[in-house]
């Protein structure tokens, strides 16, 4: 379909920025978006702590997770219009100084208030961190080469939450919690120094009204709807009421904020354009890449619960006992985005979707008498799979849209993620709980490890249902045309 043509005088550029700067914007901002990504998973493990020194729940426990969680779902959005608004610098100093000052209030919080404000305050620099990455990195980069720069975005994306289980780990068998935040504190204020002075802009800003009632619908839709699935796992022991009730109030506030950013782009003036769901390049991997993280991070709730109640693990062996899959879809992200870049998508998709969903059928026959070298196997298996997965996908999806569509297609796809994320820890909870309750007949130990087997299995069953869809999507997916008319990319 046509898209709209931006006329807003652009002006200020210059030259084309050398291959050295470039690399070095790009390679600053990956780390910098590793570090706060890194984040997002890292409290899970310490939350036994935590509630001994604080004094507090589980469930309290459990909101230094879901604050970050919404908080990123409620931010993103509005990341479209910032990267449109503001130049390079400046938003990326503003997310720098939000996660290091979130981090260093978290590092020195006398009780658990101050430490979810800091949390919080984390959160909203790391949802602007990765849009601005992956609208950077579209601007600089040609076509041609854009795979081999977000295979390493995916690991970003895909290995840092997938190995903050395992540092934090690392980090508590030696140290107290707030290590958790006094080892990132320095990296974090070192990054923001040197983007500072090393970060160059590389956009000329187009002046938008900010539409306010878009962001308040913004943000009771993403947030309710995140909340929702999020409550889900705990409807159990706190009734249906409130998830539900959540996800009633997000569905209907997504509705009436589809409706006004349909209004709005007419002129330009959208927080989040969707005319980005007009091109099918971006609409189809954006779907698979939903079911992906799906799958995802619906193993990654799964497999730690798994090793410590039914195999008996403890945290750190189960964090060390992960590692290796994190490790091996860090090291062949680069590689997929070079293959990427000479044969296209399908070569990776097809296959990988399909190595992603025999896992997921290996790992809904487990029991209490499983191996746990079958665990450590399926892992790295699956981690091979999604790094055959992300990187096409992120790729194809951004590479067609416009270059005026580059800020709001990355908010979408940091949006879909947190959504696919959110809804994937919520179904394999949930299946995960059903499963049990439906085998905690036994009582006793061995019981509840046999009860617990079988909620994995369910969960890990339709799993694998599940990621059947993601083979027939992937197999859809096309190398993205080149827009035309895109402008040399400027650095000033």
Same mark, same amino acid.
């Given at each position: 379909?046509?898209?709209?043509?931006?006329?807003?005088?652009?002006?200020?550029?210059?030259?084309?920025?050398?291959?050295?700067?470039?690399?070095?914007?790009?390679?600053?901002?990956?780390?910098?978006?590793?570090?706060?990504?890194?984040?997002?998973?890292?409290?899970?493990?310490?939350?036994?702590?935590?509630?001994?020194?604080?004094?507090?729940?589980?469930?309290?426990?459990?909101?230094?997770?879901?604050?970050?969680?919404?908080?990123?779902?409620?931010?993103?959005?509005?990341?479209?219009?910032?990267?449109?608004?503001?130049?390079?610098?400046?938003?990326?100093?503003?997310?720098?100084?939000?996660?290091?000052?979130?981090?260093?209030?978290?590092?020195?919080?006398?009780?658990?208030?101050?430490?979810?404000?800091?949390?919080?305050?984390?959160?909203?620099?790391?949802?602007?961190?990765?849009?601005?990455?992956?609208?950077?990195?579209?601007?600089?980069?040609?076509?041609?080469?854009?795979?081999?720069?977000?295979?390493?975005?995916?690991?970003?994306?895909?290995?840092?939450?997938?190995?903050?289980?395992?540092?934090?780990?690392?980090?508590?068998?030696?140290?107290?919690?707030?290590?958790?935040?006094?080892?990132?504190?320095?990296?974090?204020?070192?990054?923001?120094?040197?983007?500072?002075?090393?970060?160059?802009?590389?956009?000329?800003?187009?002046?938008?009204?900010?539409?306010?009632?878009?962001?308040?619908?913004?943000?009771?839709?993403?947030?309710?709807?995140?909340?929702?699935?999020?409550?889900?796992?705990?409807?159990?022991?706190?009734?249906?009421?409130?998830?539900?009730?959540?996800?009633?109030?997000?569905?209907?506030?997504?509705?009436?904020?589809?409706?006004?950013?349909?209004?709005?782009?007419?002129?330009?003036?959208?927080?989040?354009?969707?005319?980005?769901?007009?091109?099918?390049?971006?609409?189809?991997?954006?779907?698979?890449?939903?079911?992906?993280?799906?799958?995802?991070?619906?193993?990654?709730?799964?497999?730690?619960?798994?090793?410590?109640?039914?195999?008996?693990?403890?945290?750190?062996?189960?964090?060390?006992?992960?590692?290796?899959?994190?490790?091996?879809?860090?090291?062949?992200?680069?590689?997929? &985005?070079?293959?990427?870049?000479?044969?296209?998508?399908?070569?990776?998709?097809?296959?990988?979707?399909?190595?992603?969903?025999?896992?997921?059928?290996?790992?809904?026959?487990?029991?209490?008498?499983?191996?746990?070298?079958?665990?450590? &196997?399926?892992?790295?298996?699956?981690?091979?799979?999604?790094?055959?997965?992300?990187?096409?996908?992120?790729?194809?999806?951004?590479?067609?849209?416009?270059?005026?569509?580059?800020?709001?297609?990355?908010?979408?796809?940091?949006?879909?993620?947190?959504?696919?994320?959110?809804?994937?820890?919520?179904?394999?909870?949930?299946?995960?709980?059903?499963?049990?309750?439906?085998?905690?007949?036994?009582?006793?130990?061995?019981?509840?490890?046999?009860?617990?087997?079988? &909620?994995?299995?369910?969960?890990?069953?339709?799993?694998?249902?599940?990621?059947?869809?993601?083979?027939?999507?992937?197999?859809?997916?096309?190398?993205?045309?080149?827009?035309?008319?895109?402008?040399?990319?400027?650095?000033?």
């Amino acid at each position: 379909m046509s898209q709209a043509v931006d006329s807003t005088p652009r002006t200020g550029s210059v030259p084309r920025p050398s291959a050295g700067e470039t690399r070095l914007v790009i390679g600053l901002l990956l780390v910098s978006a590793f570090v706060v990504i890194l984040n997002e998973t890292i409290m899970g493990v310490a939350l036994p702590r935590l509630m001994d020194d604080l004094g507090i729940s589980a469930a309290t426990g459990q909101w230094l997770t879901t604050g970050f969680l919404l908080t990123m779902a409620v931010v993103i959005p509005i990341t479209g219009f910032l990267l449109q608004r503001f130049n390079t610098r400046p938003v990326f100093v503003w997310a720098m100084s939000l996660f290091s000052a979130g981090t260093l209030i978290a590092l020195l919080a006398p009780g658990f208030t101050m430490l979810l404000l800091g949390r919080i305050v984390q959160a909203s620099g790391t949802a602007i961190m990765m849009p601005l990455l992956m609208t950077t990195v579209l601007t600089l980069i040609e076509p041609a080469h854009r795979g081999r720069v977000m295979g390493n975005i995916s690991i970003v994306i895909s290995v840092a939450p997938a190995i903050g289980p395992t540092i934090s780990g690392l980090i508590l068998n030696a140290f107290s919690w707030r290590w958790l935040f006094g080892f990132v504190l320095p990296i974090a204020v070192a990054a923001l120094v040197l983007g500072m002075v090393k970060v160059r802009n590389v956009s000329t800003p187009r002046r938008a009204p900010l539409d306010v009632l878009s962001v308040v619908l913004s943000a009771f839709a993403f947030g309710g709807v995140v909340y929702g699935l999020s409550s889900i796992g705990e409807a159990a022991t706190t009734g249906p009421l409130v998830p539900v009730l959540a996800l009633v109030v997000g569905v209907v506030a997504l509705g009436l904020f589809v409706f006004r950013q349909t209004r709005l782009q007419r002129s330009d003036n959208a927080l989040l354009d969707l005319r980005t769901f007009r091109t099918r390049g971006f609409t189809i991997p954006i779907v698979a890449m939903a079911l992906s993280f799906v799958a995802m991070f619906g193993t990654l709730i799964l497999l730690p619960i798994y090793l410590e109640r039914v195999l008996g693990l403890d945290v750190l062996r189960v964090g060390l006992l992960l590692l290796p899959g994190g490790l091996v879809m860090g090291l062949l992200s680069p590689v997929v &985005g070079r293959i990427y870049d000479r044969r296209g998508p399908r070569v990776l998709l097809v296959p990988g979707s399909i190595i992603v969903s025999a896992v997921l059928w290996a790992l809904s026959t487990v029991g209490v008498h499983t191996s746990v070298w079958f665990v450590l &196997g399926a892992h790295v298996v699956l981690s091979i799979g999604l790094a055959l997965t992300f990187t096409p996908l992120f790729t194809a999806a951004l590479g067609g849209l416009p270059p005026k569509l580059y800020s709001h297609g990355s908010a979408v796809l940091g949006t879909a993620q947190q959504l696919a994320g959110a809804a994937g820890t919520a179904l394999f909870v949930t299946l995960l709980t059903i499963g049990a309750s439906g085998a905690a007949a036994g009582g006793g130990a061995s019981g509840l490890a046999a009860a617990t087997a079988s &909620g994995v299995k369910t969960a890990f069953l339709v799993g694998a249902v599940i990621s059947l869809f993601g083979i027939a999507t992937s197999a859809m997916v096309r190398r993205p045309a080149v827009p035309e008319g895109a402008p040399a990319p400027t650095m000033h």
